[in-house]
């Protein structure tokens, strides 16, 4: 009997603006300042995910990357603006950037995406669809107020306007230094 391999994966779109970058990683060591308990996420893997994919046996990947293959769309330009937190600014588990232009053409794409993963068998997205950029996790208590207070400091900061011309599908590789991710597929713009 074989054993199927199962890959953890997720579609996203890829944060590409060295610009941008520059500036959420200013906005992190602000963050760093506040002496909570951190996870920053790397620069060179910045990405909004569409949908968390998790780990699914390779045939299906291949499913997947067929459902992508069907999804149109015309580039757009999205705008990072603002940190905020999940699940809120009393109870941080995880800081992002978020959207505040190119937002639908974003969720028409996952609109596209979602039903036709629920025919091949995965299991809906329970949480919907908030599309932001992560860009740390809070791993313990420590400081959460002085975070907050930072995080609701920069509700407004502006990242800059990025256009979106490819959504991917990613591989993601756990290790003990971090997720490294590849790109298994890519669909580009209309």
Known sequence: MTITERIRSFIAVDLD?????QKIVTAQKDLQQTGADLKLVEPEIM??????????????????KNILDEVRF??????FSGLGAFPNLNRI????????????????IFEQVEPKL??????????????HLTIARVRSGRNKTAL?????????LNFGNMPVTSVRLKKSTLTPKGP???????????
């Open 180 to 190: 490294i991710y590849t790109t298994m597929h890519e669909v580009k713009s209309t």
């Open 148 to 156: 907050g207070d930072t995080v609701s400091k920069m509700k407004d």
């Open 47 to 64: 990405h909004l995910t569409l949908r968390f994919l998790g780990e699914i046996p390779e045939p299906t990947v291949q499913n997947v």
């Open 17 to 21: 603006d060295v610009g941008i970058k």
């Open 93 to 108: 588990n995880v800081v992002w950037v978020g959207i505040v232009h190119g937002d639908d053409e974003l969720r028409s």
């Open 118 to 131: 629920r025919q091949i068998g995965m299991t809906p997205d329970n949480k919907g669809f908030s599309p």
């Open 74 to 79: 015309q580039s757009f330009e999205t705008r």
